[in-house]
């Protein structure tokens, strides 16, 4: 009867513990793909034989206006500093003057980046060479109106996309707890798009009715019939963007793949590696679940430790106990997060959600609605508990505080074990029954 040593991240360090061989039901580990060699050479090939497209240069003409988008500093895994170079000599080769391109930093209805952290995404000498400037969601006048989608979305997107003569959008594509994926579409909305238009799209990923909670729908690897994408998907259709390059890093967070042309099919390419680096199958649901996020800055709040939350609570029993290691230093980040725990009941919490949608406020709701599935334990630093409690989830110190509290709930003496090393990025898919 062997022991197995585990150790997790945890911020900048790591938490170490062991358990017995037989103890450990299953690992969520993605798999191994390697990254991706020459990069600059995966750059240029991807632009030069796109998806689905003719080649990048062959779109562009010299008088046209161009409008390139780049994530926030949320989303700075991305690396677009190594892509925007290749994209402006692209441009440049079409005979498309700097003074006709602009690059927007697509920031939804996040708070917009300072001059350093555009810098960072974009490289500096993109940056002086180019007018870069922030997506203002809140900036109503600067704003131009499209229409309504089939399910009642208004549709106002920035002026400077609206008044380009092709639009190129840049992202990543990972799994995404409320519309399947991120990158693809999720430039055009959230991020470029009017708060109006935000809201009004992201209640789809509520239930209908007030008591319903979160549309069962919106969920990570989902895309059909899941009505919040679908309309993010009509939305998009306004637009047409002409050319699209998104990324799939491997766990290691280099690239593992490049994917540039037509705005849907090579978006839904990139789709498939992350199902096949990111999504693990399980034999079956665990009495206890372990997950990390994978360290720092994936732990460095609570409000990125629902990512980590929700992919767990598909590996654990109804019933079970989910322990997450998650360090958040940065506790009270960002500054609308923790304000959403201060109502009296989870209805009166979903209501004020249904009344002014935000992400913040959606993420604390899921995290709230975890706690129906199963206990969840957190271990984090001790200034964190106030918060962490009010979010329905048990603060501990230590790992060993975590097991002994996971062992007297979880409902067996002789529990099953799931860990996720990775838990921020990997999805478990429960095995079909034959």
């Known amino acids: 009867m062997g022991v197995r040593k585990i150790r997790l991240r945890y911020g900048q360090g790591e938490v170490a513990f062991s358990l017995r061989d037989e103890q450990v039901f299953f690992e969520v580990v993605g798999r191994e793909y390697p990254a991706i060699a020459d990069v600059p050479g995966a750059i240029r090939s991807a632009l030069e034989r796109p998806i689905d497209s003719p080649p990048l240069q062959e779109l562009l003409r010299p008088t046209d206006k161009v409008a390139i988008t780049v994530s926030d500093i949320t989303r700075s895994w991305q690396?677009?500093?190594?892509?925007?170079?290749?994209?402006?000599?692209?441009?440049?080769?079409?005979?498309?003057?700097?003074?006709?391109?602009s690059i927007l930093v697509v920031v939804g209805s996040h708070r917009l980046n300072?001059?350093?952290?555009i810098e960072l995404l974009c490289g500096k000498e993109v940056c002086r060479r180019l007018n870069v400037v922030n997506?203002?969601?809140?900036?109503?006048?600067?704003?131009?109106?499209?229409?309504?989608?089939?399910?009642?979305?208004?549709?106002?997107?920035?002026r400077v996309v609206a008044e380009a003569d092709r639009i190129i959008l840049t992202g990543g594509i990972i799994y995404h707890y409320m519309v399947g994926y991120g990158g693809g579409r999720k430039s055009v909305i959230p991020g470029f798009s009017s708060i109006r238009t935000i809201q009004q799209n992201h209640l789809w990923a509520m239930g209908r009715e007030l008591g319903s909670g979160?549309?069962?729908?919106?969920?990570?690897?989902?895309?059909?019939?899941?009505?919040?994408?679908?309309?993010?998907m009509e939305i998009a259709g306004f637009i047409q963007p002409d050319f699209i390059v998104n990324v799939v890093?491997?766990?290691?967070?280099?690239?593992?793949?490049?994917?540039?042309?037509?705005?849907?099919?090579?978006?839904?390419?990139?789709?498939?590696?992350?199902?096949?680096?990111?999504?693990?199958?399980?034999?079956?649901?665990?009495?206890?679940v372990i997950a990390s996020a994978g360290g720092f800055p994936k732990d460095i709040n609570l409000y990125q430790a629902g990512k980590t939350m929700d992919?767990?609570?598909?590996?654990?029993?109804?019933?079970?106990?989910?322990?997450?290691?998650?360090?958040?230093?940065?506790?009270?980040?960002?500054?609308?997060?923790?304000?959403?725990?201060?109502?009296?009941?989870?209805?009166?919490?979903?209501?004020?959600?249904?009344?002014?949608?935000?992400i913040?406020?959606?993420?604390?709701?899921?995290?709230?609605?975890?706690?129906?599935?199963?206990?969840?334990?957190?271990?984090?630093?001790?200034?964190?508990?106030?918060?962490?409690?009010?979010?329905?989830?048990?603060?501990?110190a230590t790992m060993e505080e975590a097991l002994a509290e996971a062992y007297k709930r979880c409902g067996t003496k002789t529990p099953r074990i799931a860990?996720?090393?990775?838990?921020?990025?990997?999805?478990?898919?429960?095995?079909?029954?034959?």
């Open 79 to 101: 690396r677009m500093d190594l892509v925007m170079p290749h994209l402006l000599e692209t441009t440049a080769r079409a005979g498309i003057p700097d003074e006709n391109v």
């Open 114 to 117: 300072t001059r350093e952290e």
């Open 135 to 158: 997506h203002d969601a809140r900036d109503l006048e600067n704003m131009v109106y499209l229409g309504k989608t089939s399910r009642g979305t208004e549709v106002s997107i920035n």
């Open 214 to 232: 979160s549309n069962r729908n919106a969920r990570s690897g989902k895309t059909r019939g899941n009505e919040c994408h679908e309309d993010m």
């Open 249 to 288: 890093p491997n766990a290691d967070g280099d690239y593992a793949g490049i994917f540039a042309g037509n705005w849907v099919s090579a978006w839904q390419e990139g789709t498939k590696l992350v199902d096949e680096i990111y999504g693990v199958e399980i034999p079956g649901t665990a009495d206890i």
């Open 311 to 358: 992919n767990a609570s598909y590996a654990v029993k109804k019933g079970g106990v989910v322990i997450v290691v998650s360090e958040c230093p940065d506790i009270l980040e960002p500054p609308e997060f923790p304000q959403w725990f201060q109502h009296p009941s989870n209805l009166e919490m979903e209501r004020a959600l249904r009344a002014n949608f935000t």
């Open 360 to 396: 913040p406020g959606w993420v604390a709701w899921k995290e709230v609605e975890c706690g129906e599935i199963a206990t969840y334990i957190m271990v984090t630093r001790p200034e964190n508990a106030d918060l962490v409690g009010k979010a329905g989830i048990m603060p501990v």
């Open 419 to 434: 860990l996720m090393p990775q838990g921020a990025n990997t999805l478990p898919i429960l095995r079909a029954k034959p």
